[in-house]
């Protein structure tokens, strides 16, 4: 007889639409996993629209992004409080709470631990290297508070093991899982048009913040078009880097070669990516990020830097391509190796086969079915 999984309350901030994804994918897995299981959602109500929800299932948590530091440190802390009233509540109901945030939450985490819940920390990035390329007051009370959640953790999972080194977990390893929440529809993201049959189309897809490395692709833009007159630039996505990466291509002449759209709805994603022939990452620090694999899926090359749990998935002339830094002069030197490379049909179905094979929903849920297995 199958063991029953503990019933789960998911914990979870919403704090933009590039959430949304990754958001979607942890609530259905455990959904499927254990039906009757509840969530507790904080959200920006701009975000409304955005966000799907079940009045019986879920409770949602309006809160407002401030600016003034002291206010985003109040804003915290009212968070903690209603977040933790909802815990409290839904504690009858579950065995576990799943808090997928890279923001500590001690006090939910501390009623949890009182109501003797079991709690699974999913973590989507690192806040210490969100620091490094966001100097943020509020980062500073923050962390160590992210630190002392830590402990309450009974199980923390991350998606790879490079990131308990990157993200400084070693003093947890003893209770660190390897899993992650992304699969792909191959039904919306598969290979309408042929690599060959493309456009000589390069681009970027993501949040346009410092962390993305998305402005050293903009600085190598002047070298890589006037070496390649044939070749045009994509960069879809929004964040607080649109308007200086605008004004940056406007003051470098670039603007007729280089299409920014903005926000890219998941509807619209697969048609940019059948229209590329590499996507450019060339992140500072990720996890592990969704639109790699949604490229991969479209057969589109897949060009990035080595951090986070990339190389888990990107062998170098295998599945795609490594480069060793995001140095503006690294990131033409390795756009030309990938576009002139070539086995790069081949690359790019091996590629596609690989992540129909260990990213589809069946197989992300068997692995996640292993962990609470564990508990």
């Not at 969100?130 to 402990?151: T, V």
């Not at 699969?183 to 690599?195: A, C, G, P, Q, W």
Request: with cysteine; proline share 6%; hydrophobic share 45%.
């Amino acid at each position: 007889m199958e063991r029953k999984h503990p019933r789960i309350c998911l914990v979870s901030i919403f704090f933009n639409k590039a959430f949304f994804i990754p958001f979607s994918n942890i609530r259905r897995i455990i959904v499927e996993i254990t039906p009757e299981s509840y969530s507790i959602i904080a959200a920006d109500p701009e975000l409304l629209d955005t966000l799907i929800f079940e009045i019986e299932k879920d409770d949602v948590i309006f809160y407002k992004n401030q600016i003034n530091p002291l206010l985003r440190v109040i804003n915290y802390i009212i968070l903690n409080l209603k977040i933790s009233w909802s815990v409290l509540l839904r504690s009858k109901d579950v065995d576990s709470f799943l808090f997928f945030m890279e923001t500590g939450l001690p006090l939910p985490m501390i009623v949890a631990k009182l109501r003797k819940k079991r709690i699974i920390w999913l973590l989507p990035s690192s806040m210490r290297k969100m620091m490094d390329y966001h100097p943020d007051l509020l980062y500073l009370f923050l962390i160590p508070l992210q630190l002392f959640s830590y402990n309450f953790a009974d199980k923390i999972i991350v998606y790879s093991p490079n990131l308990i080194k990157e993200w400084k977990l070693q003093n947890y390893s003893d209770k660190i899982f390897i899993a992650h929440e992304q699969y792909i529809n191959i039904n919306i993201f598969s290979i309408t048009t042929f690599l060959k049959n493309r456009p000589l189309l390069i681009g970027y897809v993501g949040r346009l913040s410092e962390e993305k490395g998305v402005q050293n692709f903009i600085r190598a833009l002047p070298e890589l078009l006037n070496d390649r007159k044939d070749l045009s630039v994509f960069i879809g996505g929004d964040g607080p880097l649109k308007e200086a990466i605008e004004i940056n291509l406007n003051n470098e002449r670039l603007t007729a070669r280089v299409d920014l759209p903005g926000w890219i709805s998941q509807e619209d994603l697969p048609k940019y990516l059948n229209n590329l022939r590499l996507l450019v990452l060339p992140s500072y620090t990720e996890g592990l990020p969704n639109i790699m694999l949604q490229a991969m899926a479209c057969g589109t090359l897949v060009l990035a830097t080595p951090v986070g749990a990339i190389t888990d998935i990107i062998k170098d002339k295998e599945t795609g391509f490594i480069m060793e830094n995001n140095s503006p002069v690294c990131i033409v030197e390795n756009i030309t190796r990938a576009l002139e490379d070539p086995n790069r049909e081949k690359i790019a179905m091996n590629a596609k086969d690989m992540v129909e094979k260990e990213f589809s929903f069946d197989c992300t849920v068997m692995q996640w079915k292993r962990i609470l297995n564990e508990l």
